[in-house]
């Protein structure tokens, strides 16, 4: 059996597929290995939000040995992929059609496995893999017209260090935590999901319902103060991916040296955007996909996060 993985989501859990029959998977690996340098441990620390590539794994032991793949291979596919990667992701896409879906770690639940989905990731392939340095030009041009978040408001915050090596160091640390256990500075190697600590999750992917799921947590709304006994008090902003297709949130954390904090899904947290600058303001950075801005919140010492 053969399980591969889309790297595309911050939030929520990525999908994932399982291919059952032994020689569709055999074939498959025959043409990843055949590429072998294009594949890596891992996203690219630059991937930033948005289509990162497919993760792939061998189920069985002698998949694994026969085809070298001990760990999990990666094939990225961002922006300015070479030809034969996008080729070899079509391939993978593909094969959805005669997969199963495979259910994500903690209480979500499994995207369904059809021609949606399908068709979701091959439009998301092919939207990062078009990327052009025009792209980028015109989102550093945004991100210098926009001001840096002013650190002054009415309610008294605290500013941690940046330590992304905290999140990053660690594999399974990385691959278990997501951009709301990073805003929310709060290790819970379960994916985190707005709503699932207090038992009252989101119900859809839009500002409106995860905004009502965090503060359910116990997050609240910007210039809604905490008191003292709350501390710390982190000053995070919420974005969302509104479609069309699958959607997906994510969440920013303002540090002390004056910048945004980050980790989309389970890669690396960092503090630059989609064009690798360092985010001074969530609000007009490169965020990729996620276009809408929900706005900001403070956390807390007592959320309930899970």
């Not at 980028?136 to 408001?153: I, N, R």
């Not at 709060?186 to 503060?215: H, M, W």
Request: proline residues 7%; glycine residues 10%; charged residues 25%.
């Amino acid at each position: 059996m053969l399980r591969i993985t889309a790297d595309v989501f911050s939030g929520r859990p990525d999908p994932s597929w399982i291919i059952a029959d032994e020689a569709e998977a055999r074939a498959t690996l025959r043409e990843l290995t055949k590429e072998r340098s294009l594949l890596t441990e891992a996203a690219p620390a630059t991937a930033g939000l948005g289509f990162r590539g497919l993760r792939v794994e061998a189920l069985t032991d002698e998949l694994a040995t026969d085809f070298g793949l001990d760990a999990p291979a990666f094939l990225p596919g961002g922006a300015g992929a070479p030809g034969r990667v996008r080729e070899l992701t079509e391939r993978l896409i593909g094969l959805i059609g005669k997969a199963e879906a495979a259910a994500p770690e903690g209480e979500a639940e499994a995207l369904p496995v059809d021609t949606a989905l399908q068709d979701f990731l091959a439009a998301q392939a092919e939207r990062t893999s078009r990327v052009t340095a025009t792209d980028g030009v015109a989102a550093e041009a945004q991100a210098e017209a926009g001001e840096a978040l002013p650190v002054e408001a009415s309610c008294p915050i605290e500013l941690g260090a940046f330590n992304p090596g905290f999140w990053n160091n660690d594999p399974n640390i990385r691959a278990r935590n997501n951009c709301y256990n990073y805003a929310s500075n709060k290790r819970t190697d379960s994916f985190a999901q707005p709503g699932r600590g207090c038992g009252n999750i989101y119900k859809a992917i839009t500002c409106a319902e995860v905004t009502r799921a965090s503060l359910c947590d116990g997050l609240k709304r910007r210039f809604n103060c905490f008191p003292d006994s709350e501390k710390p008090r982190y000053l995070v902003a919420l974005v969302v991916a509104p479609g069309p297709g699958f959607v997906d949130f994510h969440w920013y954390r303002r540090h002390k040296e004056g910048f945004w904090g980050h980790k989309p899904g389970g890669t690396a947290a960092r503090n630059t955007d989609n064009s690798n600058r360092v985010i001074h303001n969530p609000e007009t950075c490169n965020r990729g996909p996620y276009t809408q801005f929900c706005g900001y919140f403070y956390t807390c010492r007592s959320q309930r996060i899970r």
